[in-house]
C-alpha cells in the first residue's frame, strides 16, 4: 500500500508561483510513475503533468506547457510541481496520483489515460485575478 501526501497549495495572486509537492510512503517509489491531475468546480478531473520512473521524460497538457515543471526527487519519494504565472483558470484540487510501472522502461512516461493505483488526498490551489 502507497500513500500520497500533497503540500504546498494555497492562494496566489495571477502571476505568482507556488510549489506542489507529493510524498509516498514506502521503498518502491521509483517504480512508480507519477502524474499531477486537478479538478475545478463542476469540471471533470483533468491531467496536469506525468513523469517516467526516472524524471527524466515528462508530459505536460497544452494549458499548463512553458509555465508548469514536473520534477521527482527519487532519494525522497517526492514528487514536485513548479507552477508559475499562474492564472486564475488554474484554481482547482490538485491530485498526486501513483501508476506502478515495474516492468516498464524507466524512461516511459504513462498515459493521462491510465488506470493510477494510488491517489493523493488533494491540495487546493486558488489563484485571484
Known amino acids: 500500500q502507497v500513500q500520497l501526501i500533497e503540500s504546498g497549495g494555497g492562494l496566489v495572486q495571477a502571476g505568482g508561483s507556488l510549489r506542489l509537492s507529493c510524498t509516498a510512503s514506502?521503498?518502491?517509489?521509483?517504480?512508480?510513475?507519477m502524474g499531477w491531475f486537478r479538478q475545478a468546480p463542476g469540471k471533470e478531473r483533468e491531467f496536469v503533468a506525468l513523469t517516467s520512473r526516472s524524471g527524466g521524460s515528462r508530459t505536460y497538457a497544452d494549458s499548463v506547457k512553458g509555465r508548469f515543471t514536473i520534477s521527482r526527487d527519487n532519494a525522497k519519494n517526492t514528487v514536485y510541481l513548479q507552477m508559475n504565472s499562474l492564472k486564475p483558470e488554474d484554481t482547482a484540487v490538485y491530485y498526486c496520483a501513483a501508476e506502478y510501472l515495474p516492468g516498464y522502461s524507466i524512461g516511459y512516461v504513462p498515459s493521462p489515460h491510465d488506470e493510477y493505483d494510488y491517489w493523493g488526498q488533494g491540495t487546493q490551489v486558488t489563484v485571484s485575478s
Open positions: 514506502g521503498r518502491t517509489f521509483n517504480s512508480y510513475g
